[in-house]
């Protein structure tokens, strides 16, 4: 049997069990007070969120953002507040919006996701505010309003940066801002140095991610078919060996900008590009499917 009807046969059987989150997208990146974190997106599933999403960083709507709310053990939230320059020094704005988009709900609030926040009682309200599920609320946030849009994740060692956030003593500022995360507070005064603020937003867009051991991304199988695969690392010695996991195997409507290519006459997979932390992507990834019958792949080099 060629190795393309293998995995078409396994892709097939895999599309009774679709994994929304085993998907290789753009990735936002965050340098804030508080560290760095990136943020995977899902635009094959919700592409009008995410391209909101992008638009607003495409206008700097998020550099120099805050965290303006923060409820420890359930969601860190902004996108609605940023520091400016003015003739009398720096002040606390609301960020320019744009029209509210269509509610796009399909990948439950569990923890890590990235979601867009809303008005009660309006589930296609939402425009600049997204937030963090601190740990799993789609028993709550996947039910209420329509159900919140969670259109990414935070993906590598960013979950640290929020947990930080989440022990930082909060205030209520007033407004929107009733439990604003506060740093190196005193207690008593607090300034606009204290908030937790977003310096820099900066977008790639990496053929694969390698995070948390699992290896996602785009590929085509060489028959017309591409699908959005992972493949989890089982081994890193003497050889990294990767594993098909199959229930995240997902048929693609529509051919990706970004693919990596199995060829059948070597059975090799090359994936162009792969980021594995917020600042390194390394390039030309080659892996030898070394066992047919599990879907094991040994990687054979990168540059």
Not at 232 to 238: F, R, T
Request: aromatic residues 10%; negative net charge.
């Amino acid at each position: 049997m060629r190795i393309s009807q293998i995995y078409s046969q396994a892709a097939f059987i895999c599309l009774l069990f679709l994994s929304p989150m085993a998907q290789a997208n753009s990735v936002a990146c965050f340098t804030s007070s508080m560290g760095q974190f990136c943020i995977e997106l899902f635009e094959s599933q919700t592409p009008i969120t995410t391209a909101n999403f992008l638009n607003y960083i495409q206008n700097d709507a998020y550099t120099n953002g805050i965290f303006h709310r923060s409820i420890p053990g359930f969601v860190i939230q902004g996108g609605g507040f940023k520091v400016v320059d003015g003739a009398s020094g720096e002040s606390l704005v609301a960020v320019n919006t744009f029209s509210p988009i269509t509610n796009e709900f399909k990948i439950s609030n569990t923890r890590g996701t990235v979601a867009m926040a809303k008005l009660g009682g309006n589930p296609n309200s939402a425009t600049s505010q997204w937030f963090v599920n601190l740990a799993d609320n789609s028993a709550n946030l996947d039910h209420q309003n329509g159900g919140f849009t969670v259109f990414g994740r935070v993906i590598f060692d960013g979950m640290t940066v929020f947990d930080a956030i989440a022990k930082l003593p909060v205030k209520n500022l007033g407004g929107s801002l009733t439990n604003a995360p506060l740093k190196d507070f005193d207690g008593v005064h607090a300034a606009l140095s204290n908030l937790i603020k977003i310096d820099r937003v900066e977008v790639t867009d990496p053929t694969g991610i390698f995070s948390n051991n699992i290896l996602s991304f785009s590929v085509d199988i060489g028959t017309g078919q591409m699908y959005h695969v992972s493949l989890q690392l089982i081994s890193d010695n003497p050889s990294y060996v990767f594993q098909l996991d199959p229930a995240s195997v997902v048929l693609l409507s529509a051919t990706p900008g970004n693919i990596a290519t199995l060829s059948n006459s070597t059975s090799q997979l090359q994936i162009p590009s792969v980021m594995i932390d917020a600042s390194t992507v390394v390039r030309n990834v080659v892996l030898q499917l070394t066992d047919a019958e599990l879907y094991k792949f040994t990687l054979l080099s990168f540059e």
